[in-house]
């Protein structure tokens, strides 16, 4: 079965910081993962996607993640935080069948100014 | 273009009550999923639609959940007898097609308290 963990369920950075908000996996299958955000009280937002083409992808908002299958993690980077990236992480897992999203628990991000 | 977009955004109903939540998909979708999310943790999934047919319900936690998309198109999601332990956030995805990689666009969320 797929699972996927995210270590960290608050990070806080400076404006103008590296941002790092960690994701592991478990997958059967080779996978396909995926980081969405929530903002409050709003769906979520497909940031980018790993679907076994380049392992470093490049997402909207100058989010990128790199996928390594030796470390099963693909962590969600982004190089200078900004006020407006405060919100609720999710990393997701497709699962065996394409049925489903498989989530992790969310990864709460606060940038201070 | 429109996106994802389900009603009633808030739906406040006392425990034993019926409820029935609306999620109309992207034009032209074929996937239809909802995901129900508690307080504080990430969606878990409910239930799959690839056009009318419900090919996945196994997420549904009990018989008081049903979920229906009859013309392949707009579905209901529909909760009987609610409990206190129903209160969550359902989430409503669609997807132009099935597949693993397939992105799924999801609304705004129908946010259920149960008294």
């Known amino acids: 079965a797929q699972s996927v963990t995210q270590l960290g369920s608050h990070v806080s950075v400076s404006e103008g910081a590296l941002v790092l908000l960690r994701c592991n996996y478990s997958s059967s299958v080779p996978p396909y993962l995926f980081w969405y955000v929530q903002y409050p009280n709003q769906g979520l937002q497909l940031l980018l996607k790993y679907t076994s083409a380049a392992t470093l992808v490049k997402g909207i908002n100058g989010f990128e993640a790199e996928f390594k299958k030796s470390e099963t993690s693909f962590h969600l980077t982004k190089p200078s935080a900004h006020m407006s990236d405060a919100a609720e992480y999710f990393c997701?897992?497709?699962?065996?069948?394409?049925?489903?999203?498989?989530f992790g628990a969310g990864t709460i991000l606060r940038v201070k100014s | 273009g429109a996106g994802v977009s389900q009603s009633p955004r808030y739906k406040v109903a006392k425990r034993g009550q019926d409820v029935a939540l609306r999620c109309d998909p992207i034009s032209g979708h074929v996937s239809l999923f909802w995901y129900q999310q508690a307080l504080g943790q990430g969606p878990e999934f409910l239930t799959y639609f690839q056009n009318e047919a419900q090919l996945d319900k196994s997420g549904l936690p009990s018989d008081r959940f049903f979920a229906e998309r009859p013309e392949g198109s707009v579905s209901t999601l529909k909760i009987q007898r609610t409990q206190q332990e129903d209160s969550a956030v359902y989430l409503c995805?669609?997807?132009?097609?099935?597949?693993?990689?397939?992105?799924?666009?999801f609304g705004p969320g129908t946010r259920l308290l149960v008294l």
């Open positions: 995805a669609s997807s132009r097609d099935r597949g693993r990689s397939e992105t799924q666009y």
């Open positions: 997701a897992v497709s699962d065996r069948g394409g049925n489903k999203l498989v």
